[in-house]
């Protein structure tokens, strides 16, 4: 479902286009840059012409970056790049930084491109909303993600009851009539989108308040709506998808049991990342218990952060004293963490789950749209590698520890300190059964082949544990991460002159080195 534009709705960009078109076309002709503050930053619907040409930037002949009011050529502000953000500067009281939030590509009816820069706010302060309609507009519109919370949103409105009416119906008849077929499911999608695309436009129609013109209450109710329809779809579509990615389902599954009693170190992550990941693994397991894709994305969220947050931790309570430099949990580190999770939460249904959240979900708020978007990448890329990747060579029979010791290897074993750990595990014969079995006569025979015995076993004991597992990630994995000082290269005198605008470029380049104005 195609999301709701700023641009469409904002009352500052269409006085622009109707009442002040003169100003529009300057921008368009110029190339200017033109700042539109978003609609919730606004006061009042109308606007004057100094208020709008106090928007409509046009660059400095001094300094690159700087811009000076269309309105006035006295008053300026600065363009970080790379912060996304301007600063006021000379006529203005005081420096204030003032974020861009979105940016488009306009044209000209000559095809001439010039920047439209949705930012935060005005740049003067006397013309923004007062902290308590920000707060109103806050409180009403907080984020939802549960498919409960979702539908006691939308129920709080009363002017949605006929709307909300309507689209039980829609989908009511989808669960009924509509079938979903395993190579048509872009079928089944269109028509879940058609749906909440006629159900939002409608709420938006017969709102009684101006939040629809706020950019987050139009993303929360995008959301909402979405999750109210895939949480009564769900079972309907889960069926297919059941069918459709059975053998995927039960390969993984098998992949989750054979790695259940792996530790993370067999999987290469690094000593220092090595720990206990109970909150993840409770959170993981939660996943095929949820309904619609918004709230089982959130639940991959919450792993990814129970996996960052509970090593951070174990760093922290283990850091050696003097050690300034932590180490940082890369994506590829995070990968076989994720791996581990998986296994130990053991997740059913997750190729159905995976495809489920990646396909039927077409609406994200914008404050969420790249966390979920990274999450969603990196669990993927972890269920990829478990659907692929071999893990027999992490069972070796050859390192499981003998179940069952007679008494005499026991008592020689206990005098090794080094294989006191191997007691644990040992099935003891008792001494009775171990009389009946042998005689006096034949004690003296029988100890030098338990002695030669005892000297293969812990030669091959002694082997296996300064061999270790070989991490399957290679070599890399083994080694920590060290954070490496940014190096900054000689800047190049020659550069300096990117800094200048379009006149100090000119005088910088004079070919006759030439010294201008009053000579002494």
């Not at 595990?425 to 015995?453: A, G, H, Y």
């Amino acid at each position: 479902m195609a999301e709701i534009d700023e641009l469409d709705v904002n009352p500052f960009f269409r006085s622009l286009q109707t009442t002040h078109k003169n100003l529009y076309k300057e921008v368009q002709d110029n190339g200017y840059i033109l700042c539109v503050p978003q609609t919730t930053s606004l006061m009042e619907s109308t606007f004057s012409v100094k208020f709008i040409a106090s928007h409509i930037l046009k660059p400095s002949p001094y300094f690159k970056g700087e811009y000076f009011l269309l309105s006035s050529d006295k008053i300026s502000v600065h363009l970080d790049e790379k912060r996304r953000e301007f600063v006021t500067g000379e006529g203005y009281e005081g420096k204030h930084h003032i974020k861009i939030i979105n940016e488009e590509q306009g044209y000209s009816q000559d095809y001439k491109p010039f920047r439209i820069l949705v930012i935060e706010k005005p740049f003067d302060s006397m013309y923004r909303t007062s902290n308590n309609q920000k707060r109103n507009s806050i409180e009403i519109s907080p984020q939802k993600i549960t498919f409960a919370e979702c539908k006691e949103f939308l129920q709080s409105f009363g002017e949605y009851k006929i709307v909300l009416r309507h689209l039980e119906d829609s989908v009511n008849q989808f669960n009924t009539s509509y079938m979903v077929l395993e190579d048509y499911l872009d079928d089944a999608l269109e028509k879940l989108q058609s749906i909440a695309l006629n159900a939002t436009e409608k709420c938006f129609k017969c709102s009684k308040h101006k939040l629809w013109q706020d950019m987050s209450f139009r993303d929360d109710l995008s959301s909402c709506i979405e999750s109210y329809i895939m949480g009564n779809v769900h079972q309907t579509i889960f069926k297919v998808l059941h069918k459709k990615f059975a053998t995927d389902d039960e390969k993984l599954l098998k992949k989750c049991k054979q790695l259940q009693d792996v530790k993370v170190e067999q999987l290469g992550v690094p000593p220092e990342f090595s720990c206990p990941l109970p909150l993840a693994v409770v959170e993981m397991a939660n996943l095929g218990g949820l309904k619609t894709p918004h709230e089982k994305l959130s639940c991959l969220k919450a792993t990814v952060d129970h996996i960052t947050g509970t090593i951070q931790n174990f760093i922290i309570e283990n850091q050696p004293p003097g050690l300034t430099n932590m180490p940082v949990i890369t994506s590829d580190d995070l990968i076989p963490l994720l791996v581990s999770v998986i296994a130990q939460a053991k997740c059913i249904d997750l190729a159905s789950n995976m495809f489920y959240m990646e396909f039927f979900h077409w609406t994200t708020p914008t404050n969420d749209r790249d966390n979920l978007s990274y999450c969603m990448v990196t669990v993927k890329a972890a269920v990829e590698y478990m659907k692929h990747a071999n893990f027999d060579h992490l069972q070796n029979p050859k390192s499981k520890v003998q179940k069952e010791i007679s008494i005499d290897d026991l008592m020689k074993r206990t005098r090794d300190t080094s294989l006191k750990d191997d007691i644990r595990n040992v099935k003891v014969e008792t001494v009775q059964e171990r009389f009946r079995k042998n005689s006096s006569s034949n004690i003296d025979n029988k100890l030098d082949s338990i002695s030669k015995v005892l000297e293969e076993s812990s030669e091959e004991w002694a082997q296996t544990k300064q061999k270790g597992a070989n991490s399957i990630f290679g070599e890399s994995y083994q080694q920590l991460k060290k954070t490496v000082p940014d190096i900054v290269p000689p800047q190049d005198p020659r550069r300096k002159n990117d800094q200048l605008g379009d006149f100090l470029s000119s005088l910088q380049d004079d070919p006759f080195d030439m010294s201008f104005g009053k000579q002494s």
